[in-house]
């Protein structure tokens, strides 16, 4: 399959699934803001870095795949429902940690399943819950 055709299918899956979602209160009613601070920093020829934050409110779809900081990078692994998840069910107000992104460096790795990305991630996630 041809690169642009491939990140198109991509782009294309990730954003049927997040429209299939429920929302986030139907998920859980009790929540009434997630947010998500992220730090990302990828090191190629020259180092990358980027901060950003996100606001989740519980008409939004219950999807927190993140994408890569590498623009070149073809299925990341960045998704944080799990550890959001987590925290749901141990009704945790905040969570940190960091991960690894090992989905394929660009194109010509995804072709011969060479090289993971490598970007990394640090997250701090905090849950404002119904009083």
């Known amino acids: 399959m041809k690169e642009d055709k491939l990140r198109q299918k991509v782009f294309e899956n990730n954003w049927y699934t997040r429209q299939n979602r429920p929302k986030i209160s139907e998920t859980n009613s009790s929540i009434v803001e997630i ?30 795949k993140i994408d890569c900081i590498n623009d070149e990078c073809l299925h990341s692994t960045l998704d944080l429902e799990p ?42 996630i905090t849950i404002i819950y119904n009083k």
């Open 83 to 124: 550890e959001i998840r987590n925290m749901l069910y141990e009704k945790q107000e905040t969570r940190t940690g960091e991960k690894l992104c090992e989905g394929y460096n660009n194109y010509t790795q995804y072709l011969y399943k060479g090289n993971s990305c490598l970007a990394t991630m640090k997250y701090f």
């Open 35 to 64: 947010k998500i601070e992220l730090y990302f920093e990828y090191i190629s020829a020259t180092k990358i870095e980027k901060h950003v934050m996100e606001i989740f409110r519980p008409t939004d779809p219950f999807y927190f």
